[in-house]
């Protein structure tokens, strides 16, 4: 079973991604880690020494390699829908959850982040805002499903991810072991 988290910085891709990993007895993998050891340096870095193009560039060879044998969970960056080839790459051999948040929400998780290059603006809240109305139809478009994670807590985001792979048939309900089984 392969699936895939996109949604805005901020939305919980990592640590969701994580603890749904765990409940479903997955590999997890962070793109953006992914990433980062592959350029030998933060994104932020490459960043502002190569610029956006060239950071596109090199996410969407990762996002194509984690395509090739998928399998675990998946967090990507939040700017990975910005291109067709991912978009389609994702939506192709993933089960996409699009883990939406208001910006209002995002920029209170986010108000003191200092790694995220995007948001590294003397407005952040008016950034997030402009984000959204940019990437909410592509996230849309590329998801399978869309989980809201502006206030539950990760358990129960969790949860409700679970209940919609189960609805969806991705994976079974537990037995009476209590553990997950993939379809």
């Known amino acids: 079973m392969a699936v895939a988290l996109v949604g805005l910085p901020g939305a919980g891709k990592s640590a969701i991604g994580r603890r749904l990993a765990q409940r479903l007895q997955l590999p997890f993998v962070d793109s953006d880690h992914v990433i980062e050891e592959r350029i030998g340096c933060s994104i932020r870095d490459f960043f502002e020494r190569e610029g956006e193009a060239s950071f596109r560039d090199v996410e969407q060879s990762v996002i194509a390699e984690l395509a090739a044998a998928p399998h675990g969970v998946v967090a990507t960056g ?9 978009r389609q790459v994702l939506r192709a051999h993933f ?16 108000r003191h982040d200092v790694k995220r290059p995007l948001l590294q603006v003397a407005d952040p809240l008016g950034r997030l805002r402009e984000l959204h109305d940019a990437r909410d139809p592509l ?11 502006g206030r539950p807590s990760i358990a129960v985001v969790v949860n409700i991810i679970v209940m919609q792979l189960e609805l969806a048939g991705v994976v079974t309900a537990p037995g009476p072991g209590g553990s997950l089984s993939e379809d």
């Open 95 to 110: 089960h996409v959850l699009y883990l939406r948040s208001l910006p209002e929400e995002l920029f209170r998780r986010l």
């Open 139 to 149: 996230y849309r478009g590329t998801a399978h499903e869309t989980v809201e994670t």
């Open 78 to 86: 939040g700017g990975c829908v910005l291109r067709e080839a991912n």
